[in-house]
């Protein structure tokens, strides 16, 4: 079973940059690919991008293209979203998740979440 | 971009059965058996109740199961319990390689 243990809250500055960091054990990370997923106080998931570590390989959604760089260590399990030119709408929990490579598409394990708040 | 409709609320007393509905917008949600749920309770992370349309996790009780019928898949839980309250999700992997979710719906037991 993979257990994802994310980076903890941040405070962050309107247009600074924001880095969470998500580590797997108990799994195959080369087996996995990692995703991440927001939600905005009271609203609802929204997915981010994801990156396919053994591959190197990332694509993220178009409402955030620019904006979000992921990536991953393979050497400690670990995966990276970075956000930058933030502003107060990022105000949100940040989820890592797990989905396999090969097989279904579903985010078979979750992190704790890490929030970030943008604020002056 | 697909985009998934779910009803914002349902309720039910304990032992009935609810079903939520997830419709898409487009031809994805009937091509592909793409789809999978999410409950979560207040506060927590979300956590896989159903992958791949109906197919269930190890351990998420069979109580939990999913349909699809055209463009819109289901959940359905039966005999609900008290800890069946929270907010559910549907999701959606497109053709395109990225995902989509529903707007969320919540479920209070009566």
């Known amino acids: 079973q993979v257990q994802l243990v994310q980076s903890g809250a941040e405070v962050k500055k309107p247009e600074s940059s924001v880095k969470v960091s998500c580590k797997a054990s108990?799994?195959?990370?080369?087996?996995?690919?990692i995703t991440w997923v927001r939600q905005a106080p009271g609203l609802g998931l929204e997915w981010m991008g994801r990156?396919?570590?053994?591959?190197?390989?990332?694509n993220s959604a178009q409402r955030f293209q620019g904006r979000v760089k992921i990536t991953a260590d393979r050497s400690t399990s670990t995966a990276f979203m970075e956000l930058s030119s933030l502003r107060s709408e990022d105000t949100a929990v940040y989820y890592c998740?797990?989905?396999?490579?090969?097989?279904?598409?579903?985010?078979?394990?979750w992190g704790q979440g890490t929030l970030v708040t943008v604020s002056s | 971009q697909s985009a998934l409709t779910q009803p914002p609320s349902v309720s039910a007393s304990p032992g009935q059965s609810v079903t939520i509905s997830c419709t898409g917008t487009?031809?994805?949600?009937?091509?592909?058996?793409?789809v999978s749920w999410y409950q979560q309770p207040p506060g927590t992370a979300p956590k896989l109740i159903i992958y791949?349309?109906?197919d269930r996790p190890s351990g998420v009780p069979d109580r939990f199961s999913g349909s699809k019928s055209d463009n819109t898949a289901s959940l359905t839980i039966s005999g609900l319990q008290a800890e069946d309250e929270g907010d559910y999700y549907c999701?959606?992997?497109?053709?395109?390689?990225?995902?989509?979710f529903g707007g969320g719906t919540k479920l209070t037991v009566l």
């Open positions: 108990g799994g195959t990370f080369s087996t996995y690919a």
């Open positions: 999701s959606l992997y497109t053709s395109s390689s990225t995902w989509v």
């Open positions: 791949d349309v109906s």
């Open positions: 487009s031809s994805d949600v009937i091509s592909y058996n793409r």
């Open positions: 990156i396919i570590p053994i591959l190197g390989v990332t």
């Open positions: 998740a797990s989905v396999r490579i090969i097989g279904t598409t579903s985010f078979d394990y």
